[in-house]
T-cell receptor
Framework: GQNIDQPTEMTATEGAIVQINCTYQ??????LFWYQQHAGEAPTFLSY????GLEEKGRFSSFLSRSKGYSYLLLKELQMKDSASYLC????????????FGTGTLLAVQP | EAGVAQSPRYKIIEKRQSVAFWCNPI?????LYWYQQILGQGPKLLIQ????????DSQLPKDRFSAERLKGVDSTLKIQPAKLEDSAVYLC?????????????FGNGTRLTVT
């Protein structure tokens, strides 16, 4: 089976730092993705982790601990345009290598 | 590089009617996915193609949903007959391969409303 958990909503202040957590349980783990989705738009790729540790990409960083089934997305120097839903997705290995999404975390950035 | 193209952008139908969605993936992308996203939820995989073959359709309601990718490029997803609970955004995505690090690139989706 597969289970991905994220907080439903978060609020943060412009210029601050926010951490969005994701925990997962899956068989055949083969990587974890973070996507950003603005209302009414398509999800866009942010980051990918397959090994333990931190991946940094500008204002966004993503961390993975495979042993704990845990990841987080860190957003620094928040801007109003960062208000969006953030989707954690786990790639399940095997013949299909399918990508399973969590329900997403709706982040509201306030002035 | 042109992105994933989908049409129509919006569709409103009555229950029991049929509807079809079209997707053109990024050129050269062998893997194509159809996801269903209900409001407030994450995308749910319906079907995954590798070239023109189906590799996963375990969550496709096959009594009413069908999909094809005859020439390994464009794809169509059909619902017949539609139910109220099919109201959702249907997202098409493509990736260059099924390799673990290969990200999915999504189209803007088709928003379906069933009344």
């Amino acid at each position: 089976g597969q289970n991905i958990d994220q907080p439903t909503e978060m609020t943060a202040t412009e210029g601050a730092i926010v951490q969005i957590n994701c925990t997962y349980q899956t068989s055949g783990f083969n990587g974890l993705f973070w996507y950003q989705q603005h209302a009414g738009e398509a999800p866009t790729f942010l980051s990918y982790n397959v090994l333990d540790g931190l991946e940094e990409k500008g204002r966004f960083s993503s961390f993975l601990s495979r042993s704990k089934g845990y990841s987080y997305l860190l957003l620094k120097e928040l801007q109003m345009k960062d208000s969006a839903s953030y989707l954690c997705a786990v790639r399940r290995g095997g013949a299909t290598n399918k990508l399973i999404f969590g329900t997403g975390t709706l982040l509201a950035v306030q002035p | 590089e042109a992105g994933v193209a989908q049409s129509p952008r919006y569709k409103i139908i009555e229950k029991r009617q049929s509807v079809a969605f079209w997707c053109n993936p990024i050129s050269g992308h062998a893997t194509l996915y159809w996801y269903q996203q209900i409001l407030g939820q994450g995308p749910k995989l319906l079907i995954q193609f590798q070239n023109n073959g189906v590799v996963d359709d375990s969550q496709l309601p096959k009594d009413r949903f069908s999909a094809e990718r005859l020439k390994g490029v464009d794809s169509t997803l059909k619902i017949q007959p539609a139910k109220l609970e099919d109201s959702a955004v249907y997202l098409c995505a493509s990736s260059s391969s099924r390799a673990q690090g290969s990200p999915l690139h999504f189209g803007n989706g088709t928003r379906l409303t069933v009344t």
